[in-house]
């Protein structure tokens, strides 16, 4: 089936540095990917919709100049966290729909997370 | 806005008991419902699912049914296993918005041998 893949797994950074964290839907094209964040025993927290040729959308209160959302091409979108300070230190997830369910509406195929810890 | 609430864990539960974790929901229109679960150092993957009102959806065991007079779509188990430990989540798609989907605050199930 469909699969979802996020590089890196795991990240470990200094403060003040930026991360980018990719998301690559592997045999099916991906118009909207969608970005979460998790944190721990926490449930997945919206961050933003990223869109192929076109700007993110963002949900209330994720900063659009911190957390950088580019949809390159139809199977990439990537998330970068620009000068990254310990409270950014979280589980990054993205997902994908699958547009087979459907126009509107449809389960999500997810990556498998990214987890990034800024010291 | 569209919200999902679900009961608080951590569930603990002897292997082969019966399984229930609750799950209401607010949302305009007619979302679709899910469960996900995300096993121990794993990714998130659908469970089950339901589109429309009094649909049932079921997968390894678990079911679910869309209760639209309840707004409820609450996770049964007859009989859990071991291997069920996990975390599952509670999850709407709502009609307009394309597949934005909002998730519950997750419930964490321990089964013990």
């Known amino acids: 089936g469909a699969v979802v893949s996020q590089h890196p797994s795991w990240v470990i950074c200094k403060s003040g540095t930026s991360v980018k964290i990719e998301c690559r839907s592997l045999d099916f094209q991906a118009t909207t990917m969608f970005w979460y964040r998790q944190f721990p025993k926490q449930s997945l927290m919206l961050m933003a919709t990223?869109?192929?040729?076109?700007?993110?959308?963002?949900e209330q209160g994720v900063e659009k100049d911190k957390f950088l959302i580019n949809h390159a091409s139809l199977t990439l979108s990537t998330l970068t966290v620009t000068s990254a300070h310990p409270e950014d230190s979280s589980f990054y997830i993205c997902?994908?729909?699958?547009?087979?369910?459907?126009?509107?509406?449809?389960?999500?195929?997810f990556g498998e997370g990214s987890r990034l810890t800024v010291l | 806005g569209n919200s999902v609430t679900q009961m608080e864990g951590p569930v603990t539960l002897s292997e082969e008991a019966f399984l229930t974790i609750n799950c209401t929901y607010t949302?305009?229109?007619?979302?679709?419902l899910f469960w996900y679960v995300q096993y121990p150092g794993e990714g998130l993957q659908l469970l089950l699912k339901a589109t429309k009102a009094d649909d049932k959806g079921s997968n390894k065991g678990f079911e679910a049914t869309y209760r639209k007079e309840t707004t409820s779509f609450h996770l049964e188990k007859g009989s859990v296993q071991v291997s069920d430990s996990a975390v599952y989540f509670c999850a709407l798609s709502g009609n307009t918005g394309g597949f934005k989907t909002i998730f519950g605050a997750g419930t964490r199930l321990f089964v013990k041998a």
């Open positions: 997902s994908a729909p699958n547009r087979t369910s459907g126009v509107t509406g449809g389960e999500l195929f």
């Open positions: 949302a305009t229109g007619y979302p679709s």
């Open positions: 990223s869109n192929e040729g076109s700007k993110a959308t963002y």
